[in-house]
């Protein structure tokens, strides 16, 4: 486990500014380009845990860069090219402050706020007597603002509107977006054996033209249960299987953290680091139906370094 990337700290021409994230580190290239570097950095009730998951960065990146094209009919995205395994280069844009979350279950943390005995997500009214993986009648759109530090919260879209985060006509545009990118995510997965349950999305703005930003459908971002046994488990009222960083969550919850202040995170072993990994390649194997391969990470700083160097010696 000790290729595995944790930190960057790279200092390339015309670099503006760097912002570091949970998972990713995004350098403004003369805010003409953003470089994003995947970080095998794993975050979990928006705490970065202590080691990292070697291959986890390339794994998304990879995953994202996928689904970024197969999506680019639905929605202008940022990517302009993949210089290598763990980065990826795109457009420069302004993040809009929220994050546009879909959920087509009930699970995970909406089934959470569900069973405290809550009736409505981001405004969004949830009927009664409903059980968790249970399927909502249509996909519904729960955001969050962003925090650039600690955790998202739950906003609903009237008060999104109302504090003038986003603009009527930006947000209907967002909301039309997420649905129809859900629809698309969920199709591809249907055809992998796979349900699409939920996701997030983040757009951003470049010269006045909304655009699909940072990962999409990854493992990290998204939830996917196996198509195969989901009506038999639910009948029964047994756990799905699943696709999903929910694992880790729940070995977290399992030995007393979740995130909350004055806890601490659990010892990570590395042959529980090693699993992370192992599951996160059956992640990346099952959602994109390819075989994974690993990239040399000899020396991967480097080797990155060296990749976007090329790519920023061409097109500056």
């Not at 983040?202 to 989901?230: A, V």
């Amino acid at each position: 486990m000790s290729n595995a990337v944790v930190k960057t700290d790279f200092n390339f021409p015309k670099q503006k500014s760097v912002y570091k994230g949970k998972v990713r580190d995004v350098y403004n290239i003369d805010d003409k380009y953003m470089v994003m570097v995947v970080t095998d950095r794993i975050s979990a009730f928006d705490v970065v845990l202590p080691k990292g998951i070697s291959y986890k960065g390339q794994m998304l990146n990879q995953i994202a860069s996928k689904f970024l094209d197969s999506t680019a009919d639905i929605c202008p995205n940022w990517k302009i090219a993949t210089p290598d395994p763990n980065v990826t280069v795109g457009h420069f844009c302004d993040p809009f402050p929220v994050e546009m979350i879909i959920r087509g279950y009930l699970t995970g943390s909406s089934w959470r706020t569900y069973k405290k005995g809550a009736r409505e997500i981001c405004g969004v009214p949830i009927p009664d007597g409903m059980r968790e993986h249970e399927r909502f009648e249509e996909p519904i759109v729960t955001p969050t603002t962003k925090a650039h530090e600690g955790h998202d919260e739950d906003i609903s879209k009237e008060e999104i509107l109302k504090q003038g985060l986003v603009s009527a006509e930006d947000y209907e545009l967002l909301e039309k977006y997420t649905i129809e990118l859900f629809k698309r995510g969920s199709e591809i997965a249907d055809e992998k054996g796979l349900i699409l349950v939920d996701t997030k999305y983040e757009f951003g703005k470049k010269d006045g033209k909304i655009y699909l930003i940072d990962e999409i459908h990854t493992p990290d971002s998204s939830r996917y249960f196996y198509k195969d046994g989901y009506e038999e488990r639910f009948a029964k009222g047994e756990q799905q299987k699943q696709l999903s960083k929910e694992f880790v969550r729940e070995w977290l919850m399992d030995h007393g953290f979740q995130g909350q202040s004055g806890q601490e995170v659990p010892f990570m072993s590395d042959d529980f680091v090693n699993s992370v990994s192992e599951r996160y390649i059956e992640l990346f194997e099952s959602i994109t139906g390819e075989n994974f391969e690993k990239a040399d990470t000899g020396n991967i700083l480097k080797r990155m370094e060296n990749n976007v160097m090329a790519f920023l010696d061409a097109n500056l």
